[in-house]
């Protein structure tokens, strides 16, 4: 492979790494070789799914979070400052890789300073309207700023109703020129037997990880339905155990992940956008408990049950008496969808 790509999800849960994984397997197939840089756990999942690829390490955001709801915002606002020194120092990384490497192209999901004035540079996001409340607007403003300095923005969404971001991915108006690029997931459903009653795939930034898994274990030891946990830990080595009714995994990569999904009747998971695509690609019965002050995926909950496709409702509220009405909603469909990776790659060729 004589021509390489940067591939630069952001370490915010496994959700912008995995939805990077049907991109990567792409450019190799179109004879592109993908480098793959971020950080933490992203990129160590990464490197398990792609042990041949080169990887390179960019700077960490600082995001934490808080216990508490109402601080979540508060969190945010005192990170910016350490979020804009970490744009400045992923702008000097990618300087330096630029320098050492030839890239014919750069895709950042996410990484607001993984761009090169010289080079076709992509940014991926389902997030044109960034809500956070009553600051949405300010945001959102503050959000595109940064998008507009890259070459194209790539949405991993449907253009036209139906569609599953919704506001969030459809701006009533917006000036940043936008490839829709239908839905994206590493998976592929299959109609195979049911070896589970429940699956539970937890994700997400910690404290609220923990504080959910901690949760759900409480409430399902009390079942007497089969059930998987798989935990998002990404871990050295892939560890399974047994309790009672509960078989419970520290991660499961590609393959593994997608059988164990498949042969769910239900999942129990957060609702982040990445999420939402690959069970809607997988055609699943779910129930969304979103990350307690994250809007996005509050949003994406609410629209999701407004439908009547998938139940959910609030971390502290969930009970096992949530799931008794889980046969009134419709559950997620896949869209028929095939993008043209050939004539969307055509694009690393106009610098």
């Not at 109609?191 to 937890?202: A, F, N, Q, S």
């Amino acid at each position: 492979m004589d021509k390489k790509v940067l591939v630069a999800p952001l370490n915010w849960g496994l959700g912008h790494a995995t939805r990077c994984i049907p991109i990567i397997n792409a450019l190799i197939s179109e004879g592109i070789e993908p480098v793959i840089a971020s950080d933490g756990v992203a990129l160590s999942l990464l490197k398990k799914e792609f042990p041949e690829l080169q990887t390179k390490v960019l700077p960490s955001y600082p995001i934490e979070y808080s216990k508490k709801v109402s601080n979540f915002k508060l969190k945010m606002l005192l990170n910016s400052p350490k979020i804009a020194h970490t744009i400045n120092a992923e702008k000097k990384a990618i300087k330096k890789l630029v320098e050492e490497e030839d890239f014919c192209g750069i895709i950042s999901d996410n990484r607001m300073g993984v761009r090169h004035k010289s080079i076709p540079s992509v940014f991926i996001t389902h997030q044109l309207t960034v809500l956070s409340g009553k600051t949405t607007s300010f945001s959102t403003k503050i959000h595109n700023k940064y998008i507009k300095r890259f070459d194209v923005c790539w949405v991993p969404d449907m253009a036209d109703d139906p569609n599953l971001s919704g506001e969030l991915g459809h701006p009533k108006k917006s000036n940043i020129p936008v490839t829709y690029l239908g839905p994206l997931s590493r998976f592929e459903y299959q109609i195979v037997p049911k070896r589970y009653d429940i699956m539970v795939l937890l994700s997400g930034p910690e404290p609220q990880r923990t504080l959910l898994e901690h949760k759900l274990f409480q409430e399902f030891e009390q079942s007497d339905k089969k059930i998987v946990f798989v935990r998002g830990l990404i871990e050295d080595s892939h560890k399974t155990y047994i309790k009672n009714n509960i078989t419970i995994h520290n991660y499961l990569t590609g393959k593994e992940l997608e059988d164990t999904i498949n042969s769910s009747n239900l999942i129990i998971s957060r609702s982040g956008y990445t999420t939402v695509m690959d069970l809607a690609k997988l055609k699943k019965k779910a129930f969304f408990i979103p990350t307690p002050g994250q809007f996005e995926q509050e949003y994406l909950a609410d629209r999701l049950t407004n439908h009547k496709l998938v139940p959910s409702c609030t971390q502290s509220e969930f009970t096992l008496k949530r799931l008794r009405d889980i046969n009134t909603y419709k559950g997620l469909s896949s869209f028929s969808t095939d993008i043209d990776y050939g004539k969307l790659f055509y694009f690393f060729q106009s610098k």
